[in-house]
């Protein structure tokens, strides 16, 4: 992390986590990305994870995605281990559940804090913790007809 000055600018703010959501409905990165607008952060990191037409080198037809009623708990729970680790003026997280087709957003999320190394630590934290820690499945179908459940 980049040393501070003192400013509170260069300080994480009192409330950062300002938009937590697991959804059925489409995402929307701006959505996110306004969520952690802020005027004291000099990077916003944001990372859209959209799913792929393969996987392990087969074929991906389509995917949904499930999970646990707490799965919202979880994301939130994981975002305040990043804000207690990391400067960080705002960041947002949603997940999309259901059914979803190769190209369509799975997931967003975002970070701003005062410098661009923070943010960029951050966010890959915020979306490393969130895909190992929260309880979220994927089931994929695959163009041969064959599924596999991952993260179950």
């Not at 703010?13 to 969520?35: H, N």
């Not at 799965?71 to 729970?77: H, Q």
Request: overall charge negative.
């Amino acid at each position: 992390m980049a040393p501070t000055n003192g400013h509170p600018g260069e300080q994480a703010a009192q409330d950062p986590i300002k938009l937590i959501g697991v959804r059925r409905t489409a995402l929307s990165v701006d959505e996110v990305f306004q969520a952690v607008g802020d005027a004291a952060a000099g990077g916003i990191a944001l990372f859209v994870g959209t799913v792929r037409n393969h996987d392990g080198g087969a074929d991906v037809d389509r995917l949904g995605y499930s999970s646990h009623p707490g799965a919202e708990a979880e994301i939130r729970r994981v975002a305040e281990k990043v804000v207690a680790e990391y400067p960080v003026r705002a960041l947002a997280a949603v997940h999309r559940v259901g059914d979803l087709g190769v190209g369509d957003i799975a997931v967003v999320v975002a970070v701003a804090c005062p410098h661009r190394a923070e943010a960029f630590e951050a966010c890959r934290k915020l979306i490393d913790d969130l895909k190992h820690e929260v309880p979220i499945w994927k089931h994929q179908t695959f163009s041969d007809g064959t599924e596999e459940w991952v993260g179950a």
